[in-house]
């Protein structure tokens, strides 16, 4: 009975210590739908890092190449959205405004008309016009001075142009930030072809800039994939023209998104083209500066919060609105020591990041959309931020700003005949050399995993699919005895 006892006894004394090395088990092994993925697109097994925390109900932690520091590509932006939530507020708006350095009589401003950019990642044309709107309401028809753009609400970084491999410089998603960023600095022109011509529009209308429209007109035909239809804009003594070639057969149209103008150019051309539908003119040129002191705001407008940018960055994964987000981090934060806003809003994220236990060592941020050959980050860094979010007061927010699987944003056409539909919330990257997902994934016993598969290769082709078996595998587990069917 004493030998009993005693047995019991020390049992009684080692079960936490079994129950704790259970709860810290963890898997180190690639699941084998995932290793025959890699296999059979012939990439080896290191070039993938795979981290599966779960966070709801049982379940064992993957970590596989976890602390390796990888390229995240587009999946940085989840780092940039989820501290603006905390350090700017999912409340927070930008402003911009419109100021005056003279008196208005008779709808007549006798001095010059400032308009002052405050960051505004979502500073849309429809927007702009309800801001043109209220200054024609608050008596403004006629400037007799200049038109000066104030862009000083950043401290710009001096950062190496993106080479996207394409040599396009003119295309939408390398659009850099900006203080006074309109319309995320995008043109869209339309080429539609009738019988014996064809039409070249373009929204939005910039003032100084014509089209040149060299566009053939061919006999009705099939409409091509690829339209021919090129543009090159070519400056001129006094503004711009855009010369559009190519061929378009009759009934068929093209449309393109491009952005060849500089940040000041498409503001003031944007303003003035605006202005004039209103009614209004401006009689002096376009010019930068600051606005002084004595300058008094006419019009004042807010933008969406925060919660909607990261919405729109997370969903289509807008490495523009991103940049300016990440600047705008850096704005609030910025102090003596830093020598732009991008330095100030690594440091502040970096800081941010401690604060919740989360040693990012491996952590580099260029620019904070992903849009960078330079930044990096750790599957496990990526993963443990994610945890934080999940218990953050802003989860909800920030879970629904990233892509439902096989339903919307960068997700939408992936996974579609799988149980995963609208099963996961997964942020996507791609570079040509990175293929990554993380975010947030349900299993089929209805339980919540966060999940980061990064694979950095210099032939990733194909590699997506592999990304997309970890989800299904990561789906797939045990059934949990008394789960009902879903």
Not at 40 to 66: E, F, M, Q, R
Not at 150 to 177: A, C, I, W, Y
Request: a positive charge; glycine letters at 8%.
């Amino acid at each position: 009975m004493i030998a009993t006892f005693r047995r019991l006894a020390i049992a009684s004394l080692l079960l936490p210590f079994a129950l704790s090395a259970s709860a810290a088990q963890i898997n180190t092994t690639l699941p084998k739908n995932v290793q025959q993925a890699l296999s059979a697109h012939k990439l080896p097994g290191d070039a993938l890092s795979l981290v599966v925390l779960p966070l709801t109900g049982p379940g064992t932690p993957t970590y596989i190449n976890a602390d390796v520091p990888l390229n995240p590509a587009s999946t940085m932006k989840l780092v940039t959205t989820y501290a603006a939530l905390e350090l700017l507020g999912p409340t927070h708006k930008w402003h911009t405004e419109f100021y005056a350095d003279g008196p208005v009589r008779d709808g007549v401003l006798d001095g010059n008309l400032y308009l002052k950019g405050g960051g505004d990642p979502k500073l849309n044309m429809e927007r702009l016009w309800l801001l043109m709107r209220d200054l024609r309401a608050n008596g403004v028809r006629e400037v007799r001075g200049d038109l000066v753009l104030d862009r000083s609400h950043f401290m710009q970084p001096q950062l190496p142009t993106f080479n996207d491999d394409g040599g396009d410089s003119s295309k939408p998603f390398l659009v850099e930030p900006d203080s006074l960023l309109i319309n995320l600095k995008a043109m869209r022109f339309i080429a539609r072809a009738e019988p014996g011509k064809v039409q070249v529009s373009v929204e939005p209308p910039i003032a100084g800039m014509t089209i040149d429209n060299q566009v053939k007109a061919l006999p009705a035909g099939a409409c091509p994939d690829w339209p021919d239809v090129r543009y090159n804009l070519i400056p001129q003594q006094s503004g711009y023209s855009m010369v559009v070639t190519g061929k378009l057969p009759a009934g068929c149209s093209a449309q393109s998104y491009i952005a060849p103008l500089d940040h000041q150019t498409y503001a003031a051309g944007a303003v003035r083209a605006m202005w004039q539908e209103l009614g209004g003119s401006i009689q002096g040129q376009d010019r930068l500066g600051s606005v002084p002191r004595q300058a008094r705001m006419l019009v004042r407008a807010f933008s969406p919060d925060t919660v909607e940018i990261i919405r729109d960055i997370n969903k289509f994964s807008n490495n523009t609105m991103a940049r300016q987000l990440f600047l705008s981090i850096g704005r609030q934060y910025r102090n003596g020591a830093d020598a732009d806003d991008a330095q100030a809003a690594y440091r502040a994220v970096r800081q941010w990041m401690a604060r919740k236990g989360i040693d990012a060592q491996h952590l580099v941020m260029e620019n904070g959309s992903g849009l960078s050959r330079v930044e990096r980050i750790s599957a496990r860094e990526m993963a443990e931020m994610l945890k934080a979010a999940w218990h953050s007061p802003y989860a909800a927010e920030f879970i629904a700003s990233m892509p439902l699987v096989a339903m919307d944003g960068t997700m939408r056409k992936r996974l579609r005949r799988t149980p995963l539909v609208g099963e996961a919330h997964i942020k996507t990257g791609t570079l040509n050399t990175v293929r990554a997902i993380a975010g947030f994934s349900r299993d089929q016993n209805g339980n919540t995993w966060a999940v980061v598969a990064i694979l950095n290769h210099s032939r990733p082709w194909g590699a997506s699919s592999i990304l997309d078996q970890v989800l299904v595998d990561l789906y797939r587990q045990p059934k949990l005895s008394g789960t009902a069917q879903r």
